[in-house]
Structure formats: C-alpha cells, structure tokens
C-alpha cells in the first residue's frame, strides 16, 4: 500500500510563491515550509493534507482509538500517513518518540508542543507546554504545533509560551503551526464557529507570528455584535462555504499565511468532500484531518484521504 | 504616488532640542529616535504622525479591515506608511514580520511588543506580550511600542513587564514607544479621556522611562475630586483641547518627552483636522492615527495625511 | 538469604523487544531500561517487580513503618530489594543517599523527584519537585520517579515541570517512570481506578514522553460518559481484570510502553497473587509493590515477592 | 532543465538498512541522512552525488570559476545540483546565505563549517571553523561539512574542534560529514592516496563518529612500513581500485558508515566513468564531485552527472 | 555648510535589486544596508562613499591628524560626513562614543570593532577586537567592521573571531563590513594588491558571510603561479582599471555583494577622480576613503568627495 519512494528537486511556482509571503524568515523557516509543501501526494500544489494525532491526549485513548484498535499503535499513524501521502504528521511527544527513528524521513514531522486533556474541563481552557524546541530537533522535525484558546481567561499565558516558542523555534529554523480554537466564558458554543470568530482567530495566530493556521470550518453565524454590524454595513459575502473559507483566509494576511482546516464531524463522507471542494473554491490551502482518518479502518482512511487530494490537486 | 527618495544628513535645531531631552540615554536610543524623527514628509520638524495598524488584533479583522478590504494585506499598510510619508509604522509581530524584508529601510518600524483582544473582555484589562526586543532588532525596528492600562487591576502586571521591556530595549538602542490607556474598574467611561486622568497617564508613562507617550486627546472634564480640587484651586487652564494639549505636554516632563495622540473618532474630516491644530497649538508633538488612515481608501488616506502634515508643518 | 549473584551479558530475545519499542532514545536510555529489565530474579522475561518506598513523606513514618519497625531504617529496604530480587527500587532523594553508597550496584535504583504529604490536602492534589537529575546521577541511579495527578487542576504544573525533568533525563540517558494517578475535583473516588479513567492516565504519561508507566489496578467501572459510549458501542473488553490490564497495555502504544501496576490493597495475598495472575495474563508488564512489601516481616516479604516473581516468570 | 516536482514516502530497503547502522543517534540524525539518501536522481537507491564547492575559499575564485565563469554566481551552484538530481550541496556559510533563501527546500544543504585557503601554506596544514551549527540550522541545512587533515602537526586543534561540533551537532539532529584528507611533514606527497594511509583515515573519521566520510580514492601504494607488513602478511587484496574502495569500506566500519570519494582529477571522463564503477563495484556510497562538475559549462555537467548518476543506479 | 535634512521613503529598483542579493538575511540586516544605501548624497544610487578614520589607532595620531590638526577632534569627522553627504562613517569604539550622542541620526556608523597598530609590526599581522557587538548596538550603529589580513600565519584567528561576531551581529539585525587586506610572510608586498591576490581577499570575505567587502584597488600583476596559469589561459581580462575592478566584484559573488575600494595613495586628485571612474565603469559599488578626507582641509574635503559622488552618480 506503500508510496514508491521518489525524489524532489526544483519547487513549483506556486511553492515559491507562497514562500514568497515568509520572505524576511530565515532560510531554515522556508526549507521547512518547502518539506511540508514538497512533500507527498500534493507535493508541489500549494495544498496541504495533514494527518494530526493528538485526540489520545485530548480525549482519552478509547474514544480516540476504541473505533480503529490499530490506531492505539504509534507505528499505525506514520504508516498511515506515508500510505496516504500526506504533507505532515502532528502529534504530541510520545507518539513521535515512538516511530521516529524507524519511519525517519518518511514523512515530515509536526511536534504538538502543548496538549490539554478531558478528566478536568474548563470553560476558559488551557493547554500546556508539553514538549520542547529541542525535542523538535532531536526528533528531526519540520515544526512545532501549539493550540491557543483565543477568548479564553487564560488566553494570556498560553499567548505568552508561544511567543517564547516561536521565537526559539523560528531562531533554529522550525517552522510554527498554529491550533486556533476560540473558547472561553464570554463565547458561546456556536459563536466558536461563528464567521467573526473563526476569522478573528485566524487573525490572531497570524499576528502572533504563526507560519501555518489552523482553524474550525466557520459557519455563518455571528457572534459579536460590534463585528455584525460591519459585515452586514460592508456587505461581506459569507454565504457559501466557500465564501466564508475565502473570508478566512483574507483574514490570515490576505494568502500570505497558510491556512488548513480541521476535517469536519462524522457526517458522512459525501459532507466531507463537499466541505473539501469549499475549502479548494474559497482558497482555502488544504486541510487536517485526525479523527476522519484513523477511526475508520486503514484501507478506507487511505481512500478517503486520496480522494480529498484528488479534490485539492 | 510613492515619494523620491531623499537623504537625511544633518538634524535640524528643533531635532536636537527634543533630543537634548533624553540627554543620558545611549546613542543608540538618540539615533532611533531621530530615525523617527528624520523620516518622512516631516523630517526635521520636531514633529511626527505614526501610522499604527494593531487593531487586527485587537477588534478583529472584518472590523478593522472590512471597510478597505486591502488592509487585510500586510503590505498595504507598509506602502501606506511610505506614501504617505509617515515618520514611523507601528504594529504586531505577525504584520511586521509580513512585510519588513520587502520595505527594509523605507520607514522605521515600531514593533508592538504586547496585545489585547476583544474575544475576552474584562473591565479590568491588560495586554499580553507577544513579541520581544529581540524580534524588534532581527526585523530592523526603531523601536517597542507597549500598552499599559492605568487604573486595571492588573496594571502591575503591565508596569512591571513594560519595566524589564525598557530596561531591556534601551541597552541595545531602542526607543520606546508607550500606549497609555487608563481603565478600570475605577475610572468612568468618561473618565479614561478626563482632563486629570489622561495627564496623569501621560505621566506615569514618562516616569516609567517611556521615550514617546501616546495618550488620547483628553476632554474638559476632571475625574478625580482630589485632582479637580487642585484644578479649580491653581485654575489649571483647560477650556480649549489647545490649552488640554499643553497641559498634557506640560504633565509629561515639561515638554521632554514627546507625546503624540491619537487620531479621534469618525465625526469627519473637518473636526480631525480642527483637533490638529489644537494639538500643533497646544504644542503636542504630532499623530498617530490609525483607523482614521486605512479604514479608508489608499488615495483619500494618503491625501487627508498630507493635509495633517501640512497643519503640522 | 540473598540470591546468588549472577551476570548478565547477552538480553533475551523477550528484552530486545521491549527495548526496540524505544528506538530513537539514546543508546544511555536503553542501557539503563535494559539494567531494570536484565536485574533479579526476574531478569531477561520482559517482566519487573519494583519495590518503591516513597511513604513516608506520603503518609508519614508511623503509617509507613510502625507495622514494621525495621522500615524506619534506609538499609533495611535496599537489603529487602536485593534479598528479594526485585528488578529496582525507587525511593525520594533521602532513603536512598542514605543506603546508595552501601548497597552500590546491587539493585538498580529510581529516584523519586517529586513528593506529595498528608499534612496539607487538596482535592486538587499535586506533588513537588524534591530531588533532582543531578542527584540521579550522582546517586548512581537508572531512571527517575515522577509522579502526574491527572484530572487536578494543578496537572498543568506538574506536566510542565514533568516536561523539563524528562527532556533532561533523556539527555544524560536516565529512564523515567512516571506515577500516573487521576485525581481531582472533576473525578469521582471510584472515578480514580475506573477503567476509562487508568487508561486514560497510561496514555497520558505514555504521550508525555514516559518510558515506564506505573498505574493502578482498573475496576470495571467507566467514569466519563464520552467515553461510557464508546467502551459500550465498540464492545471493548473490560469484563475481567486480565481483560482490563490488557487494555491499559493497549492503551499504553498498544504494548510498546512498558506498564507496571501497584500492588494493591491489603486485601490478602490470596487476592494479591490472582491480581498478579492477571496482570501477567493481561499482557502487563510487572508490579510495583511498597506497603504490602515492607509493611511485613522481612522473611515474609522476601517470601510473597518470590511467590509473585514465579508468577511472573 | 530543471528536474519535474516529485516527492518521497517511504524509505527503501536499501536506505532503512543503511540507518539501521546509524541505531542509537537520534530521530533527527536518521532523517537528516534520509534527506540526503532519499533525495535527487539517486534517491532510495543507498548511492549519492553530493556537488561540493568550497574551492574559492580554498584555491581563490579564478582558480575556481575562471574556466566556467557562471560559476561566480552562487545561485549556479544551486540550480547544478537541483538540475542535475544531486543528493546534497555543500558550501561554505556565504555561498549557502546567497541561495538558501531562494533555493529553499530544493536540495539538502550541508554548511562546510571549516575552511583553508592558499594564501597561506604549510606542510602541516589546519582548517579553521568559518561558520557554526546555529548558521546550519538557520540556513536549513541537513547537516555539516568539517575537513580534517589527519597527519598535519595541527591535526589535534582540528579533532578537538570536531567533536565539540560533531557533539553540538548531533544534539539538535544535524549529519556530520568529514572530508578526512591525510597531510604532514611525516606524509609524502604519494602517501597521501596511499592504501594505508587513506583506509586509516577513514577509520579515524569513523571513529570520530562522523555519519559520513569523505576520502580520496586509494592508489595501490602503501605509505607505512608497519602498516605493509600487515597488508603483505595477510595478503588483503587491493589490486584493482575497486577492491581498494572495498578495503576504505571496510576500514570504515565494515560498511556501517556511509564512505564517498572525492571526483578525481581532470584526467577525462573515461577515466571518470571508470573510476565510478570502480567504486559501485567495490561498495562505495557514492561521489562527492565538485571541480569536475562546475569547471565545465551546465549542460555538459549536467549529462556527466547524469552519466554517473546512472552508474551508481 | 551642513546640508539640509531631507527624507528618504521608499528605495530605488537599485537599491531593492541589491537588497535581493542579500535574501535569507532578516529584516534587521536588511534594513541596515538599506539605511547606508539610502542616505546621503548617493542615496538610491547604489553606489557610497564611507569616510573611515582607524589611522589613529592604525598609525598614531600624528601620522594621521598632524597635517590637518582639526582631525585630533572626533566630532570633526563626524561633521566631515555629515556636510559631504557620506553614506556611513566608520570608527574605532573611542571616536564614535566620543560623537556619537551629539550627531545622533545624522550619518550611519559602522564600528570598526577590531585594530592594529603600528608599536608592534609582524610580516603576519594580526587585528585585535577592541569593541563589541553590544558596543555597536548602544552606539546607533548600522554595522560593524573587521579586518582580516588573508595570509598571515594569524589568519585564522581573525577568522574565527570574525565568525563568532558575523554570527552575532546578523543575529541582532547589524550590517558586517570586512576588510580584506592580504598580508602575510608568503605574500610579497607587490603581491598585497596583485590581481589574483585581491579577487582572492574578496572571495574569502565573500564566503565569511560578509555583506560589505572592502579590498584594495588591485594592479595588474598577478603573484601565485597557479593562479597565472588560469588567468592566460581563461584570458580573463585585467587589463585596464575598470576590468580589474570588474573581475574584483565578480569574484564577491558576482555582483550580489557590495565591494567597495579603498581611497587610494597620495598621488593626487586627477588620479583619483580617474580611479573612481574605472570603479565606476568596472561595477564597483564605491569608495571608502579615510586619509584622503580628513588629512586636508575639511572645504577641500568636502569638495573633492562631492566630486566623487558627483562620478558615481
């Protein structure tokens, strides 16, 4: 089931054109960024489809893997991914522990610095630092990740690790990828999706310094009543999935930073793709998918994940 | 629309004056701040309008950008600072970095080390550092720009930060820009821009070491019943926004620190420009102005620029 | 009483496996899991029963050793671990200055870093830092104890601390087992051994970067209804103790973490030794037995452990 | 000319049998080699054309690009070895910095870190460091370069120098190449490629724990009296260069470490050609091929390298 | 006699053109090169002249102010530039901390952070580091400047040192200016200004990571034979001034780095006006002229450096 092993030489024009939008970060930043975007099936197409496996942490380990036993193996995610021909696989330290040696330049690596897990929940959530910029290196990885709950009360000291990270990461050349998910007591439920909100969090990651964003699907909603108010005065088109996938990415520096979605609820695969064809139409430069992946058996995860990068190429 | 490009030699006598204000500090910190003061259409003449674009961050995108959609661009905002030919270009780690190599050394940069957002609110706000004095030197910047919240809570915070950020900056050079902003639990709405409470932040600025003070044009109004006291006892001068602005001045070291202010509110063209020639008349040292630039189109943004550099002139 | 001495020199083809489950750790990693797993009378089998002696700072002397006086002393369980042939023995920094220069090379020793007492409780408990790597080291030991509360609401600190210690160890080649025990006001007394809820703890520890994971023995009960469903919709076997320490394996990267169970209550040894036939049974990895080790005479000690070592074999 | 976007998954047999000699280093060693060996026209196939050019440091630039002029340009360098499918490019810290940026992510790039040059020359020559290991991560590089000169009188500044790098390196994941080049007042001039004398200069590399060695290719001659004996007694065959090339390969680890040969002289490309399958025969790794590859004009280094490439193939 | 201030904004397609030389460097050394670019007379150009002054250090103080006795003075040098229009000036620690408060902003400075003198004299000279990375930064600066002396049995001293403070100052956004002056017990005193010798100055800076290279006007003369032998050969031509000059910049990376000249002997003016224009003609980026400056009037000084500028412009 396994790729053909194969070579990368000169980038794509669409490649430079987005390394365009790092220049001033240094030559280690854009190699890393190139690892990612030269990197399997999509390699060369200025899209991105990233496996990431945190959910062991995030959610416990049966509800992650209960569905797909073989996911409780570490190996079973690089395979996985190289089977698959993604751009990257993000994980928490353990699990890239676990198979980095044996599957060491298969696959282009994404250290998920910090983690947040469920047997103590709170409605302003934090994540914490749960591995290093020097873990990244010994383990030969292209980047870290770090999730940050904009709106959460604790918003602030997650704020303040990744600027720390960041500079530490981009200092040895790493590139950032960056979890924006907005929670926190003053958000409700649905405003986490809300259209303001999904393209503020875009916004805050970019600002932070991030290389890569990744954000929920936005629906249309609208949560702030000061960010209504503008929408509807100016006339923002966010109708469409599309449309509103395009308002994100507007919103992370106009398409000069990267921007990847999650993958979606369980709704059906027909829903997914329809939500990939979106993500495509609006801009959008790909997508990162766990739980869609590795919770249904490893020859369908490998289909699924080849037909949403037939849809992106 | 782009300027020539020109060249500075000697300061002018109004240069030097302000500059023999900060006698004792290093050359490093003169030299940055006559880089501010040397550039752009009012070089040399003691004063400055600062172009600041932070407010991605902290209203969220589609209310910053959304009614001049090409603001979302991180170049935009560098090629508005050189067309206009702003003294200084103030913003966050992520708009800075976007643009910094392309623009090297077309308009001094001030980076804006901490950040607030409008996804948590509290009325006892503070502002979250995001990037460093070292991010401020590998991006060739001026200076640090840093918020404080006099009257928060958590005020201290922000001191005791803003404190190592300067002690910091000025050993390799950097100027230091600060935003001084009360609120609080304390303070009225009316009372963030009474006459007492702005020259009072305006003053704890300068005694935090702050080499440029921003502060908003203050109202008629005292707040404080001790501060009024003493108002109405010595009848303090402050019917006109002129005689506001000087006493604001006057509050900030007698005229050794340079204080700016910010660009007021939509009421329109004409009072904005009537407000510049009070803080001209009051003796305030120039601008920065904001929403009032890019919310509006580039042409129409460079053209009332001009026009406020002519007042200053 | 003691054993006779033997001497490793080729690992079993059993270690060999257990140990490529940590390639990409430092060659000084493996040797020090491979001396835990080649010592005492277990050697070579894969399996390990540790004698940990960490209560009396965790419950004070009297509790600890008042059933058995000749535990107050520090030689008296170093001399018990050897008499018993147990593959370590893990203590907090003073039992073991106090015996590791006697008893040098004898018994492979694990200093336990972090503490928690009774004379302060917290229904969100967490545990600090009392020793160090460097004591490790200069203390001759294989690896480092440390011990996790998931589910406080202090789990954040010990995580992050757990972080720094780990990335160190791993450095100068240290193993490092962690103690992963959910407690916390949002779990339930029963919610701390129920099974999602161990399980759940292994995966943490397992992902944190852990080489050893000890864990107690899970009930059959399921605390959190996330997890309820899934345990239920993807009949996951936890029906028999040997079905439940299989699935902490499992949920442990699925067998390539090694896990090791406390020993359980007072309840007899009968009981004892059929929880030790289904550890074994269930694919787990050892024991790891203090008070119903050192809270009997010595002889008797010596004998039970002997009883659950032929167990194991 | 350029070579067509393609991209790598899994590793080969071949390449997972080579990192399984390099068992022990860290993840990120492993995928930096893997970089190099799944890289270019050669990927997968366990051979490598590396295109070295650091001779305008050491012979001076018209020595160096006089016969083909393009190569002043640091960006020939680049673009010849991504045209040509080179596994890596290795330079000193300026010709890396001119073309890092632009050439991101489209050849693995190894910082020569020492240097000598010809304005000064003694028969006991030393290298000195130009650039550091922080320079190879910025820059985003694979790994580094470092020559030592085995035999000069200095040769102990250089092995000390080496390994403070060689164990900086490793840390944070970085490859360690050696150019070993035997040289001294106790060398003849033929001792320099003799058989003995090369063979124990790799082995001195190897036991200096670099990952890859570079050496000349071995006459016949034999430099030692004590080592002659030897190779008389035990009659170890190195007749023809291809059982020399066997012989440095075996002296290097027993073909544990990956051993490539410098590109001869001007002789012809006959001569070449024969040289190279001389080396495919006797087990080498590959060719490190700089004078004879930019000396010429593009198209015709292009096709010799394309010639040699499918010699090792 | 001062000039008036004026204000660069946006740079030349020159300047800019220069600048994508130097892509991967950061923004702050960017910035820095652009800001010698852009000011003064030349400004835009592409072109500067530098007024440095080290002879005090270099020759002592009569030898270099006793003819022009305003020179004792530090501030004259600094209003030398200043009323010539200089691009930058550079200086030992002593004479900028001696001017730099009192003209702060007014000409760029370059720290010239090593020096020799003339009260110890060895064929194999050595430059000694006489001010900091730090220094640089308090001061204002936009660069640093090292010598090395290529070819002196000390060179890799220099080298080295030259590394560690390369390193540092682009670290913190600083401009790194090299001269690159052969010297040595193998390199006849002809031979310090012979072509071959010269190109070979200019590569080494080149490939230190030099972004200013400062070298001597080269002479017909070639002085390593194996140099001459690709010089007839290749028939490069070296002829005339301006070709020397030309193969001089084509051998510091083709173009892609600035070189620039020294001010040549005492033969008088019309012999310097005609070797600025063969500067000129051979692509040379400018001039850096110390003792034709400051060691005659400072009118005549102004006027003969106008002229220059008046030739490059």
Redesign the interface.
């Given at each position: 089931m396994?790729?053909?092993?194969?070579?990368?030489?000169?980038?794509?024009p669409r490649?430079r054109e987005i390394?365009a939008?790092y220049?001033?970060?240094?030559?280690?930043?854009?190699?890393?960024?190139?690892?990612l975007?030269?990197?399997?099936?999509l390699?060369?197409t200025g899209r991105m489809v990233i496996l990431p496996v945190d959910q062991?942490?995030e959610?416990?380990?049966?509800?992650s893997f209960?569905?797909n036993?073989a996911g409780?193996?570490?190996d079973y995610h690089f395979q996985l991914a190289?089977?698959a021909?993604c751009n990257g696989y993000a994980a928490?330290?353990?699990?890239?522990?676990?198979?980095?040696?044996?599957y060491?330049?298969?696959?282009p690596?994404i250290l998920k610095v910090n983690?947040n897990?469920?047997?103590?929940?709170d409605k302003n959530p934090?994540s914490?630092?749960?591995?290093?910029i020097?873990?990244a290196?010994?383990?030969?990885?292209a980047g870290i990740g770090y999730t940050i709950y904009?709106?959460?009360?604790h918003?602030?000291v997650m704020?303040?690790q990744l600027?720390e990270l960041t500079?530490e990461a981009k200092?040895?050349?790493l590139a950032v990828v960056v979890w924006s998910y907005?929670r926190?007591?003053?958000?409700s439920k649905e405003g986490e999706t809300s259209m303001?909100?999904i393209?503020?969090?875009?916004?805050?990651a970019?600002?932070?310094?991030?290389h890569v964003i990744k954000v929920k699907l936005p629906s249309a909603r609208l949560e702030?009543e000061?960010?209504r108010k503008?929408?509807e005065?100016?006339g923002?088109k966010i109708d469409t999935l599309a449309d509103r996938v395009r308002?994100v990415v507007?919103?992370a520096?106009?398409g000069?930073?990267i921007v990847i979605f999650s993958g979606g609820g369980k709704a059906g695969d027909a829903q997914l793709f329809e939500q990939i064809q979106a993500i495509r139409d609006g801009g959008g430069f790909g997508s990162i998918i766990g739980r869609n992946s590795f919770q249904r058996p490893h020859d369908d995860a490998v289909a699924m994940l080849h037909k949403i990068m037939e849809i992106y190429r």
């Open positions: 396994s790729q053909q092993t194969l070579t990368g030489t000169a980038s794509t490649v390394l939008g220049a001033g970060e240094n030559p280690g930043v854009l190699t890393n960024l190139a690892r975007l030269n990197h399997g099936t390699a060369g062991g942490v959610h416990g380990p049966a509800r209960g569905m036993a409780y193996d570490p190289v089977d021909g928490p330290l353990g699990f890239l522990e676990a198979g980095a040696a044996k060491a330049g298969e696959v690596l983690n897990n469920s047997l103590f929940s934090i914490v630092q749960t591995s290093s020097h873990d290196l010994r383990l030969g990885c904009p709106g959460s009360a918003a602030g704020y303040e600027r500079e200092a040895v050349g907005p926190g007591e003053q958000i303001d909100v393209a503020y969090a875009a916004q805050i970019a600002q932070m310094g991030a702030q000061a960010a503008v929408y005065a100016e923002i308002h507007q919103s520096f106009n000069k930073r």
